[in-house]
Antibody
Framework: EVQLVQSGAEVKKPGESLRISCQGSGYSFTTYWINWVRQVPGKGLEWMGRIDPSDSYTNYSPSFQGHVSISADKSISTAYLQWSSLKASDTAMYYC??????????WGQGTLVTVSS | QSALTQPASVSGSPGQSITISCTGTSSDVGGYNYVSWYQQHPGKAPKLMIYDVNNRPSGVSYRFSGSKSGNTASLTISGLQTEDEADYYCSSYTTSSLVFGGGTKLTVL
């Protein structure tokens, strides 16, 4: 069974750094891209970017380029989403999701990030 | 890239059929047969319902179907059931990224 298991909820202050994780299991982690998707409370889904775990090639939505960083460690089948300086507007649920061809077929359970002073 | 355009809400009675539209451009919806649809219940992760315009993954009810004409894709749910009440999102492949619609809240009256 394909599973994406994300790290737990986080509460941070503005300006702090953060890295959340997404561990894949039940499939060959390097075969499928991992995407990150943001969902602000009460709002829709926003594609942030993706990584190819086989070579760590990334590309980002222009809306998120420069504000977040996506990485992966294929030795432990884990992808990461990282911020160096959080803002209150980063408060959201973040999902990792496996891309199969042109669609997402599996989602993590989500990581809630709350940024508040 | 701009989000795809979906109606904010649709509603229907049990047993009826509804259709949710998803309008993009020739650079996304119109340019590729790569439209997918996701269902999201409150507090849950999205679930794939349709991929590549009109294909159902294993385990998804035949009551869900998809189509596309030009720059607009559509999701039709027939024989509405109360458990279909959820948010629905379309998505389209672009050259190297994905773009989502704004989401449609389906209410089953």
């Amino acid at each position: 069974e394909v599973q994406l298991v994300q790290s737990g909820a986080e509460v941070k202050k503005p300006g702090e750094s953060l890295r959340i994780s997404c561990q894949g299991s039940g499939y060959s982690f390097t075969t499928y891209w991992i995407n990150w998707v943001r969902q602000v409370p009460g709002k829709g889904l926003e594609w942030m970017g993706r990584i190819d775990p086989s070579d760590s090639y990334t590309n980002y939505s222009p809306s998120f380029q420069g504000h977040v960083s996506i990485s992966a460690d294929k030795s432990i089948s884990t992808a990461y989403l990282q911020w160096s300086s959080l803002k209150a507007s980063d408060t959201a649920m973040y999902y990792c999701a496996r891309r199969f061809s042109s669609w997402i077929d599996s989602w993590g359970q989500g990581t809630l990030v709350t940024v508040s002073s | 890239q701009s989000a795809l355009t979906q109606p904010a809400s649709v509603s229907g009675s049990p047993g009826q059929s509804i259709t949710i539209s998803c309008t993009g451009t020739s650079s996304d919806v119109g340019g590729y047969n790569y439209v997918s649809w996701y269902q999201q219940h409150p507090g849950k992760a999205p679930k794939l319902m349709i991929y590549d315009v009109n294909n159902r993954p294993s385990g998804v009810s035949y009551r869900f179907s998809g189509s596309k004409s030009g720059n607009t894709a559509s999701l039709t749910i027939s024989g509405l059931q109360t458990e279909d009440e959820a948010d629905y999102y379309c998505s389209s492949y672009t050259t190297s990224s994905l773009v989502f619609g704004g989401g449609t809240k389906l209410t089953v009256l």
